[in-house]
């Protein structure tokens, strides 16, 4: 059972966001940032021990996701350097000047972006599941590793969009089930993410997302700033955490390793046993501590 959270609504010059903020009132803010194809819940068993810890937790939904949504007017995208501003953006709206920023999967993105962009505003960033740099559409792969990365080339098809916008719960379904092969969850758990799934813009920011990553789509303009300053340096200047399942069958641990000539200030990278994808659902309480022993 989720604690009870209060339910906000922050409006940014992009998005209508919608967050849940809970624990101690007073408690040093720490952003939850879910993955693709998650949303909030993901974060329930975390949340306890942040809280028993003395941090004020606020986990907003993605864009595309849940009940956020874009204002009259914006374009509808999914760059991953959306991802990070929406992060800023969210942190202006809530008064917050500084906070820690922990994300999974494109949460984890979300979280590096805003590191990069604006360092005096994250006291540390934790990192789940994907390593800073890895979607450059010039990076060498490994073959096994762009099988992996089907979805990517399958929504950049008009069959994989169709099939994606005709049955966007049964696919983010298949995915958890290919995803976490060692940890199966009940239908309760499925249904309680599932809702996030039915906003009608997720089908085109992931469609996007992925095409952008690779050339097979325009990235949106208004990030292009954002853009220019990772070309130029990708170094992160904040304390950063990355946490990897050893056994992550879609982004291998080896995607992530090698990072640390990347990060300016304190790194640590830990490979977690017997993991998939979703550690924080798999193994939160494992989450919780790397966590805290980071933050320390």
Known sequence: MAEAASVVTVETPTLVITAELSGPEDGSPIILLHGWPDGPRCWDAVRPALHAAGYRT???CLRG?????????????????????????LMDGLGLATAVLVGHDWGA??????????PERVTACVAISV????????QPMPLGQVQNYWYHWFFATPYGAKRLKDDPRGFAHYIWTI????????????????????????PDVTIHSYSVRW????????????RAAQRADMTIRVPTLMLHGEADPVTAAATS????????????????????????????????????????
């Open 65 to 89: 996701f849940g009940a956020t949504t874009f204002r009259p007017g914006a374009t509808v995208s999914g760059d991953l350097e959306a991802l990070g501003q929406d992060v800023l953006d």
């Open 215 to 226: 050339g097979n789509a325009a990235p949106n303009p208004q990030y292009d700033a954002l």
């Open 179 to 202: 995803w976490m092969p060692d940890f199966p969850f009940d239908a309760a758990t499925y249904e309680a993410t599932a809702p996030v799934f039915d906003n009608p813009d997720w």
């Open 131 to 138: 390593g800073w740099g890895t979607n450059t559409a010039d």
């Open 257 to 296: 390793d090698g990072k640390g000539d990347l990060f300016a200030a304190r790194y640590e990278r830990h490979v977690l046993a017997g993991l998939n994808h979703f550690p924080p659902r798999e193994a939160p309480d494992v989450v919780a501590r790397h966590i805290l022993d980071f933050l320390g």
């Open 109 to 118: 993105r979300a979280a590096y972006v805003a590191s990069h962009a604006a």
């Open 58 to 60: 606020i986990v907003p």
